[in-house]
């Protein structure tokens, strides 16, 4: 059984659709390995090589990696959900309402939806404190640092937008303190709050605004980012690492 | 202008120097870049305006409060539409904010205790607005109370007034 998988994949590597994809043939050697890893859109800011240490479950806790797969579940949930609500008041609410008690397993959705959104949030600052407390803002990740930042505040815009989506009463009473606290800046702060709002109530304009903020304007940026964070990662030469002292100290 | 400086260097001829110093591609960079700028402005200008609606759907800032006979003396009526509150004093009617100064959720005014509440975060205020204790910055607003030629109360939310003006009745 085995060996007759085996055969067929490898008779399957031998036709020529296959060899038009992975042109590098079969990773055998370092050099065909590294080209298949380069040759991949979706692998090719990966390093060829790490070292060990850096894979270790205490060098980075995995919270980059965890706030992106929240980020991930969340993209794929929140499409889904799309496909049910329209944002428009009351209509939200209701929507919100059928898909917790009436559409077909729209209850889990919503509720990955909403954990994994929770979830990201502790994530993205967990992994904000870890790097913070080591140093990793440090030369020459200060850039990847600042990026970063941006990245934490793109996911609080990405929470608190997604907040008002609902359309209940927790929702609505944020958004009138939240907006209000943005109409305390000086000078700026009530056109600011009135641009947010798109009027000087939390209405419809303000959850249509709110919703194309949520689901188009923030992911499309948090993606950008994302892939600056990632490529530069690489290219500052990969995850900060504690190199242990002569003595073996860490 | 510095062309003397440079006169060791062999130098293409270079039929722009010889005028203002500026050459015939700076001049068309700048042109452009100027160009673009003032295309960007142009932009944001219009961008803000697309994004600042012109007609709103929001509940009208002017509205009629009825007969002041609903109204009894040493009362305060919370008008839930328009987020007022409509006291009756012996001195008079004034027309008193509902939302609170400190952001923006509807109070709620308490009999028992005399007091107008907020539930957010705790300001208290008095039935004329001052307030008692809280986060709140300022002292509910009054605003403008009149009566109209059929001698129902008119209350204009876009007019704030000082407190020591009560309409008399």
Sequence with gaps: MATSFRSALQNLRETKVWKSIFRSGPANTNRTRSLAVFGNLFLHWLPVKVREKSLRVRASYYLGSISFLLFIVLFVTGILLMFYYHPAAPQAYRDMKDLQFVVSNGVFLRNLHRLAAHLMVFAVFWHMFHVFYRGGYKPPHEFNWVVGVVLLLVTLFLSYTGYLLPWDQLAFWAVTVGTNIISAMPVVGSKIRFLVLGGNIVGENALLRFYVLHVVILPLVAFLLIGIHFWRVQKDGGLTVKHRDEDGKE | ?169
């Excluded at chain 2, 952001?103 to 308490?110: D, E, S, V």
């Excluded at chain 2, 009149?146 to 008119?154: K, R």
């Design chain 2, 1 to 169: 202008m510095s062309d003397t400086n440079n006169s060791a260097v062999p130098s293409v001829p270079h039929s722009a120097l010889a005028g203002n110093g500026i050459t015939r591609r700076d001049f068309l960079n700048e042109i452009t870049l100027g160009a673009l700028g003032i295309a960007g402005l142009g932009s944001v200008a219009v961008t803000y305006q697309y994004f600042s609606p012109n007609v709103l759907f929001e509940p009208a800032t002017t509205f009629r409060a009825g007969n002041p006979d609903l109204y009894p003396v040493h009362s305060v009526t919370f008008l839930p539409d328009q987020q007022v509150y409509i006291v009756r004093m012996p001195e008079g009617f004034y027309a008193v904010s509902a939302v609170c100064t400190h952001l923006g959720c509807i109070t709620q005014w308490k009999a028992d205790a005399d007091t107008i509440a907020c539930p957010c975060h705790g300001s208290k205020f008095k039935a004329d607005g001052t307030k008692i204790e809280g986060p709140a910055p300022r002292p509910l607003p009054h605003f403008a109370i009149s009566l109209t030629a059929d001698g129902e109360l008119l209350v204009d939310k876009l007019q704030s007034i000082k407190p020591a003006q009560v309409l008399k009745t």
